[in-house]
């Protein structure tokens, strides 16, 4: 099967994780893609095929050189973003793309010149959204790119190679991908999450990241006795956020700059709660941002007079620059399995994370490779079926390097 073709047929899964869901996985629709994939698994030769009670889906690769080479893993998620809907995916394929305007519906243009990297894609065959729902490249590109490098060693016996592990996580993009995951079971020597966006970008730089709840309880009082007695806590959580660094937000930093972002706020005179989450490369710089929220929070208290603004700090996931960097040969092989087949690696820093960042510091150093992937979690998101198809050849001169006695076996 063609890559774009099970791309296809996995986005039309509707996956969206939930964020307030209290089950494992959030949502029960990522169980039902999770089982079409176990049977795809199996028709392909896996071994070792099974999905656990929280909807992590494993299998294996059986080795047919005598276990020579490392264990390798490849990891992608099966869940699309809550931030938008993924039910009833209507894609549009743009064959040879000229480098222009492409129209999704009456009101929405993809522009290059206000989504630049379209430029980079020109020639290109695309697949985008209607405009009406995501697309799900992220992250069933990673899954398609996965499953096509299994379907090809499936009907290549003669390619050499260790065992290789493969595993599909839910709720990655509600941060709980790895809650569940069984690395002594799955037993690779390391893995790559699959997660990424141009395939020419290698990811081992992530943010440190952590969630701050802001809860601010006021004082309700009738408002026609109010002065002097009321304190509205909707005012209160809106003074707080505005003495927060104003500079400091997403639409106002890139690269290696770091970010507070109101990502929810609900609430009524008495009691109001602002969610927040932080972001930054360095740790200490995050600690900064962190304990601006200290800082405010004790000036306001002081201010009112009483406890008005408790606030909860939650660790998310933390740098995995910090494991990777003690395990640089499997970013090097990466480097020179895109050098082999044409591509031109770029290390990048990722604004945001991966499960593999948190595999990294459960003991499984775990990069982060490409897909073709832009513009996730909205209905300007696009991929390039080109990009996915040089995905899947990457993974395999990625294994095929790493077994010396391989010979040339170029991807079809």
């Not at 959580?237 to 290696?256: I, S």
């Not at 399995?337 to 499984?364: C, H, Q, W, Y």
């Amino acid at each position: 099967m063609k890559v774009e073709n099970r791309f296809l047929k996995y986005i039309s899964f509707p996956t969206q994780s939930n964020p307030y869901s209290t089950t494992s996985p959030s949502s029960s629709n990522q169980k039902e893609f999770g089982e079409f994939l176990l049977e795809e698994m199996r028709i392909l030769g896996l071994s070792n095929v099974y999905m656990s009670e929280y909807g992590v889906v494993y299998g294996t690769i059986p080795s047919n050189n005598h276990h020579q080479g490392d264990v390798i893993g490849f990891i992608a998620h099966m869940d699309t973003s809550p931030d938008a809907s993924g039910e009833n995916i209507n894609p549009q394929i743009i064959r040879d793309y000229d480098g222009q305007k492409i129209t999704l519906n009456d009101d929405m243009i993809l522009d290059p010149q206000e989504f630049p990297y379209l430029k980079d894609v020109k020639g290109h065959d695309l697949i985008t959204t209607d405009g009406t729902t995501l697309l799900g490249g992220d992250d069933k590109a990673g899954i398609a790119i996965i499953m096509s490098m299994a379907e090809y060693m499936f009907k290549h016996p003669e390619f050499k190679h260790n065992d290789i592990k493969i595993a599909f996580t839910p709720d990655e993009e509600i941060g709980h991908g790895t809650d569940h995951f069984d690395i002594e079971n799955f037993q690779a020597d390391y893995a790559y999450t699959i997660d990424g966006g141009d395939i020419n970008e290698l990811y081992f730089e992530n943010f440190n990241a952590y969630q701050v709840i802001v809860d601010i309880t006021g004082k309700s009082i009738h408002p026609g006795n109010a002065k002097n007695k009321m304190v509205n806590s909707l005012n209160v959580a809106m003074e707080f956020h505005h003495m927060l660094p104003h500079q400091k937000v997403p639409e106002c930093t890139e690269n290696y700059e770091g970010f507070h972002h109101l990502n929810h706020m609900q609430g009524t005179c008495e009691k109001t709660r602002l969610e927040y989450i932080v972001r930054d490369h360095h740790f200490t710089e995050l600690k900064e941002q962190l304990n601006d929220f200290k800082r405010i929070q004790a000036y306001l208290n002081s201010f009112y007079g009483y406890e008005l603004i408790d606030v909860t700090i939650h660790e998310q996931y933390l740098n995995m620059c910090d494991i990777i960097k003690d395990h640089p040969q499997i970013v090097e092989q990466v480097e020179l399995a895109m050098e082999d087949i044409g591509l031109n690696p770029r290390i990048v820093p990722i604004r945001g994370g991966t499960d593999g960042a948190r595999l990294s510091f459960k003991g499984l150093p775990c990069p982060n490779l490409g897909t073709g992937g832009f513009n996730c979690h909205g209905p300007y998101e696009y991929v390039s079926i080109n990009m996915m198809k040089k995905g899947v050849e990457l993974l395999l001169r990625l294994i095929k390097n790493n077994v010396y006695n391989n010979e040339d076996m170029p991807f079809e």
